[in-house]
C-alpha cells in the first residue's frame, strides 16, 4: 500500500440529523483504488480552508466527485440561485482554491460531474443552472425513479474531438455515457479544450491545454467502472498519471 500513488478526494458536507458529516461517495473511493490504482486521501472541505498547498504537496493527484449539490451562482454569474438549489459553500470555497492550486503543482486532475463544472468555473467559465430550459439542448437529468443501474445505464452518445485523450482511450468516434445532470457549461473556461460534446452540442469533456494531466467529464465513469471499459480506461490513464507524479515526487 506504501507505494501506491495518493489521490486526494475532497469532501461534500451531509447532515444527517443534528450532525454534519464530511463525506465521499463510496463509488468514488472504489475507482480510485479499482480503476485508478491508488489509494484515496479524503480532504475535509472546511472554512477556514486548511493549508491547502501543504497538503496538495503530500499527494500525487486529485479527484473532483459529482454531487447532489451545485456551485452557487454568484461564483460565475449575477444570475440568482432557483428555489431548492442545494448548494455546499464550504465545497465551493475548497475546491475552486484547490484546483488552480494543483494544476501549479502539477498535480494529475480527474473531475466528475459537480467537478467538471468546478474546474470550468475556476478556469473563468460559466454554467447553465437549467440546461433543460435552454433553447436547442436536451434534458440530460436522469429519472430519479429508475433503479440506480437505469440512472446510471446508456443515456445518450458523446463525440470524441480526434487527436484527444479520450478519443485515444475509446479508440472509435463516439460511445454512449449516462446522464445524471441538471447543469452544464456555457461558456468554456479559458485554457480549457474540448474532448467531447453531446448530440445537442453540449460540452461533455474538456482538457487543460497545457502541461500535466487534467481531464473533465460531465457524465459518471466512476460507475461500475471495472464493468465498462472505456470507464476504466479513464481512471486508468488518471492513475498512470498519478504514478508518474508520485515518481517524481519519490525519486
Not at 467538471?116 to 434534458?139: C, I, R, S, W, Y
Not at 452518445?157 to 485523450?165: A, K, L
Amino acid at each position: 500500500m506504501a507505494s501506491l500513488p495518493l489521490v486526494g478526494v475532497p469532501t461534500d458536507l451531509k447532515q444527517i440529523g443534528p450532525h454534519p458529516f464530511l463525506a465521499a461517495g463510496e463509488k468514488y473511493v472504489r475507482a480510485v483504488v479499482e480503476g485508478a490504482g491508488a489509494l484515496p486521501v479524503l480532504l475535509p472541505a472546511l472554512q477556514p480552508l486548511l493549508p491547502l498547498r501543504e497538503l496538495l504537496e503530500r499527494l500525487d493527484g486529485l479527484l473532483l466527485t459529482g454531487a447532489v449539490s451545485n456551485i452557487q451562482p454568484h461564483h460565475y454569474t449575477d444570475e440568482p440561485s432557483y428555489p431548492g438549489n442545494l448548494h455546499d459553500p464550504a465545497r465551493d470555497a475548497n475546491n475552486l482554491a484547490l484546483i488552480p492550486l494543483a494544476v501549479e503543482m502539477g498535480l494529475p486532475i480527474l473531475a466528475v460531474c459537480r467537478g467538471f463544472q468546478e474546474v470550468n468555473v475556476a478556469f473563468g467559465g460559466t454554467l447553465h443552472q437549467k440546461v433543460q430550459e435552454q433553447p436547442g439542448f436536451m434534458d440530460h437529468r436522469e429519472n430519479l425513479d429508475a433503479p440506480l443501474d437505469v440512472q446510471y445505464g446508456p443515456a445518450h452518445s458523446v463525440t470524441f474531438n480526434p487527436g484527444g485523450i479520450l478519443a485515444g482511450i475509446a479508440g472509435v468516434p463516439s460511445l454512449q455515457v449516462n446522464s445524471l445532470h441538471g447543469q452544464g457549461v456555457s461558456r468554456l473556461g479559458s485554457g480549457l479544450k474540448v474532448e467531447a460534446v453531446a448530440p445537442d452540442g453540449l460540452i461533455e469533456a474538456f482538457r487543460y491545454d497545457g502541461s500535466g494531466f487534467l481531464l473533465g467529464v460531465q457524465w459518471h465513469p466512476e460507475w461500475a467502472v471495472t464493468e465498462n471499459p472505456f470507464y476504466l480506461g479513464i481512471f486508468k490513464a488518471f492513475g498512470e498519471a498519478c504514478r508518474g507524479r508520485a515518481a517524481q515526487r519519490n525519486p
